[in-house]
C-alpha cells in the first residue's frame, strides 16, 4: 500500500489512473464501465491512511468499478469469525459502488484452527450465522436497530448510509446437510460445491426441506446463475 500511495504522489493522480486502466486493459472497456474507483485517491491521503474513509479498516483495499451490466459476487465470507455490524457496513459500502449490483457469499467454514486463532467458537459457528444474517438484514434496512442475540448486542444504533439493495441479497455455500437445510430457510441463493450427480440431488433436496421447514417458496431462491428474486 505504501508502494501504491509513492507511486501515486509522484506520478499525480490523473496519470496514475491511466497507467492502471492500460495495466490492466480497462481503456479497452469505456462502454462497459461507467467509471473506475481508484481506492488509494480516497483511502490513502499525505502522510499516510486517512481514517475517515469507509473501507479504512477493511480487510483488503477495494479495487471496485461502477459496473453497468456485470453484477460482483464475493466468494465465501466466513461470517461467523467476523463482527457482524462491520460486515454490514463493508457490504453496504461495495453494494453502494457497484449502484446495488452486488451479491454477498457466506459460510460457516471448516477450520478450526482459524476460529481459535480469531477467538472464535468454531462449536457455535452455525448458530452464529443463523443470527448474524437476520442483523445483517435488519442493519441494510432500519436506520437504528435493537438486537439482543446470543451472540450480538446492538442498543439503537445503525450503519450509514444504508445499501441501495435493501436488503442486500446473501447467498451461502456449504458442503453439509446441516449448512444446505440452513440455505434453504435463510439464503437468498446458495453456491454448489459439488459436482452435479447424487451428490448434487442430495444436496437439493436438503435444501428443499429447509426451505420447507421455513415456508419459503421453492422458486424464490436461486444456484449461482440469475439475480435473486426479491
Sequence with gaps: CNEEYEAQR???IDEYNRLLKRLYGL???EGTFRSIVNPFSRIWKKGGLNPSHPFAGADKEPVAAAITRLELV??????????????????AEVDILT????????????????????????????RRQEEQIGLLRR????????????FDHVTGAGIAPLPQQRPIPVWMGG???????????????????????D???????????GAAEAGRDQASRQACKEPCER
Excluded: C
Excluded at 79 to 89: C, D, E, F
Excluded at 112 to 124: I, N, P, S
Excluded at 199 to 209: C, G, Q, T, V
Design 10 to 12: 509522484e506520478l499525480g
Design 27 to 29: 481503456d479497452e472497456l
Design 199 to 209: 451428490r448434487l440431488d442430495r444436496a437439493r433436496h436438503h435444501i428443499s426441506e
Design 74 to 91: 464475493t466468494g465465501i465470507i466466513i461470517a461467523p469469525q467476523r463482527q457482524t455490524a462491520l460486515l454490514a457496513k463493508q457490504a
Design 139 to 150: 442493519l441494510w434496512t432500519e436506520r437504528a436497530v435493537d438486537h439482543d442475540g446470543e
Design 99 to 126: 449502484g446495488g449490483r452486488f451479491r454477498l457469499g457466506i459460510g460457516v467454514g471448516w477450520n478450526r484452527v482459524e476460529y481459535e486463532t480469531l477467538g472464535q467458537d468454531f462449536g457455535t459457528r452455525g
Design 175 to 197: 458442503a453439509s446437510e446441516p449448512a444446505f437445510r440452513r440455505s434453504g430457510r435463510l439464503a437468498d441463493g446458495w453456491f454448489p460445491m459439488t459436482s452435479p450427480g
